[in-house]
């Protein structure tokens, strides 16, 4: 096993490096002149003495190989460099927003899967039946609707009709409620999905009509059988459903004034503060290749039968 | 027999689902081309005498604080949002598809320059990474397409590789070649018709799921610049005026959810058959 995580961590080291100078690139090729930009941001007043001068303190005079190296550098030792805003370290910024995005986000998926899970067993036990059928559509409807219209829709429906909830979200729970339901429908639809064909498919496998024929209580075959194979495949479409999430938070974020990464990173893009951007992008990506990492060792070590296979 | 009659009939009833579902979305590409003769007010005239107006006989869908017609707009939004997403998909497909087969065909530096920098892409979230790029770029169809584009190319890309991986040794590649065809002749006469039913399947399935990324940008102001009618753009332009008009937020989005429920139907049907068929 830990041959296993060696061999995927030594893997990782060129996908992490590749996307660091993809991020680094992106913000590289943007038009204009990044001394001119951070002076512009902050409202100096901008003359040729300043702007040589910021350039040189910003090390854009130097060739493009030493500036990626300089940040990459930086990046390992948690410095993103300084907000074109205010000038105040990004990873500063980052972390004070990573809190409020990680409750928003684990809450959601929390309540996706306290939703789904169930809802996807029921749906594959009963197939055919109008259960199943009521559910699927739920899950088709909750799949095909974007968050952004979920969230303008309640807002509308809870926060000004009802008027039951903050338009604004704040810290309490009842702030925290439309985000994290906005969040959390689109999940559950696509969870349900997964789940029920995931159940679906160890059904018909011959292990479970073996079970069957041999008088082994239905409730103690779908809990202990075939619950703990669909494990596995369900660690990773947590991890894929880590992309939906982050997206969606900024999204969510925005709308309802959420002090979380996205709408960090939001308000960083309406300012043209790259610094910000560079270090939210990377962030993320950090975060997804590592959860990806997790469900397969996650996976891995729920199923021993995978454990001898390395890729 | 029995057995056999019941997935015929599955597949009848599936059958018969496409060609309603491909029904509609012919319409729908219909009136994404006619909209300019079928609207019955022009979709960006703004007029002070008319803000916020509800449906009436001259406005059927009412209109917004701006007093431009809100069914003309929407109408004019559904070829943005459908030929979009469209395109963006025939992009992507052509280019993955094509890029994958190479991979898999020849090998080498090639193959693992391409699904290495596919490996990269794939580290980001795509919403993140497409937020990011449209946002730094400023907005406009174009880049908000380009934006969902980097990394949806690679789905392509790793499956036409890995089909073709597995049909290159096969006889009758070999025959091709030993019959003096050009490796351009081969991959596109005889690979491709092999491994182009997967490919399909997942062009369809994510026609939908584009065409929501693209309304999600503009709604975000970093996607379709406005004036120009797009439904996401349309909902964030309106919701602040929600309570003295909902019809200029209730009437895009009401579109924005039909439409990509319809084509996720569709890639839904397309894969269902091809399972069918499969089995």
Redesign the interface.
């Known amino acids: 096993m830990l041959k296993y995580i060696g061999i995927r961590l030594v893997q990782l080291i060129?996908?992490?490096l590749?996307?660091t100078?993809?991020t680094f690139l992106?913000?590289y090729l943007?038009p204009g002149d990044a001394a001119m930009k951070r002076l512009t941001a902050q409202g100096a007043a901008i003359d040729e003495e300043v702007l040589e001068q910021t350039r040189e303190e910003m090390g854009l005079n130097r060739p493009f190989p030493v500036q990626y190296l300089h940040w990459l550098t930086g990046l390992f030792h948690g410095d993103l460099g300084l907000s074109y805003q205010d000038n105040r370290p990004v990873s500063q910024k980052l972390a004070e927003g990573m809190g409020n995005t990680l409750t928003l986000t684990l809450s959601a998926l929390a309540l996706a899967i306290a939703v789904s899970l169930p809802l996807g067993f029921l749906a594959a036990v009963k197939k055919g039946s109008l259960l199943d059928h009521g559910i699927r559509i739920f899950a088709?409807?909750g799949?095909?609707?974007?968050?952004?219209?979920i969230s303008?829709?309640c807002?509308?429906w809870f926060c000004?009709r009802l008027q039951l909830l903050p338009v604004v979200a704040d810290d309490s729970l009842k702030g925290l409620l439309l985000p994290c339901l906005t969040l959390a429908i689109p999940l559950s639809g696509q969870f349900i999905r997964q789940i029920r064909a995931e159940i679906l498919e160890q059904l018909g496998k011959e292990y479970v009509t073996g079970a069957k024929n041999r008088g082994i209580r239905k409730r103690f075959l779908y809990f202990s059988h075939i619950f703990r194979n669909c494990l596995p495949s369900l660690f990773t479409f947590l991890a894929l459903s880590?992309?939906?999430l982050?997206?969606?938070s900024?999204?969510i974020e925005?709308i309802f004034r959420w002090p979380g990464l996205g709408e960090l990173?939001?308000d960083a893009?309406?300012h043209r503060d790259?610094p910000v951007?560079q270090g939210?992008?990377v962030l993320?990506?950090l975060i997804?290749?590592f959860l990806n990492l997790l469900a397969d060792i996650g996976g891995r070590l729920i199923d021993p039968r995978r454990e001898c296979q390395v890729p | 027999m029995k057995i056999k009659q019941s997935v015929s009939k599955k597949q009848r009833r599936l059958r018969i689902r496409l060609a309603v579902l491909l029904a509609l979305v012919g319409l729908f590409l219909l009136v994404g081309l006619l909209a300019p003769y079928l609207v019955p007010n022009d979709p960006t005239a703004t007029s002070a005498a008319h803000m916020n107006e509800a449906p009436n006989s001259q406005f059927p869908l009412g209109t917004d604080r701006y007093g431009r017609c809100i069914f003309s707009r929407v109408l004019s939004g559904t070829g943005i949002s459908v030929f979009s997403a469209m395109g963006l998909v025939a992009i992507l497909f052509v280019v993955g598809t094509a890029l994958g087969m190479a991979c898999g065909y020849f090998g080498g530096i090639l193959d693992a320059v391409v699904m290495?920098?596919a490996?990269?892409?794939l580290?980001?979230?795509?919403?993140?990474?497409?937020?990011?790029?449209a946002?730094?770029l400023g907005g406009g169809t174009g880049n908000a397409m380009l934006a969902l584009g980097l990394t949806g190319w690679t789905l392509y890309a790793r499956m036409a590789r890995s089909s073709t991986m597995a049909l290159k040794s096969e006889p009758f590649i070999q025959a091709a070649r030993l019959s003096g065809n050009g490796t351009l002749q081969i991959l596109v006469r005889h690979v491709l018709p092999n491994i182009l039913g997967p490919l399909v399947v997942s062009a369809a399935t994510q026609i939908?799921s584009v065409m929501?990324g693209i309304?999600?940008l503009s709604?975000?102001?970093?996607g379709v610049t406005p004036p120009t009618p797009e439904w996401?753009s349309m909902?964030?332009e309106n919701?602040a005026y929600?309570?003295l008009a909902?019809w200029a937020?209730l009437a895009p989005?009401a579109a924005?959810?039909v439409t990509?429920?319809i084509f996720?139907?569709l890639g839904?049907t397309i894969r269902d058959l091809a399972d069918v068929k499969g089995t």
């Open positions: 060129p996908v992490v590749g996307a100078f993809l992106l913000i943007t088709f409807t799949n095909s609707l974007p968050n952004f219209l303008v829709v807002m509308y000004i880590a992309g939906t982050m997206g969606g900024v999204v925005t990173a939001m893009i309406s790259y951007i939210f992008v993320m990506s997804y290749v | 290495r920098l490996d990269c892409f580290s980001f979230p795509q919403m993140v990474l497409a937020i990011a790029v946002g730094i939908g929501v309304a999600g709604f975000l102001g970093i996401g909902i964030n919701r929600m309570q909902p937020v989005a924005i959810v990509v429920m996720n139907y839904d």
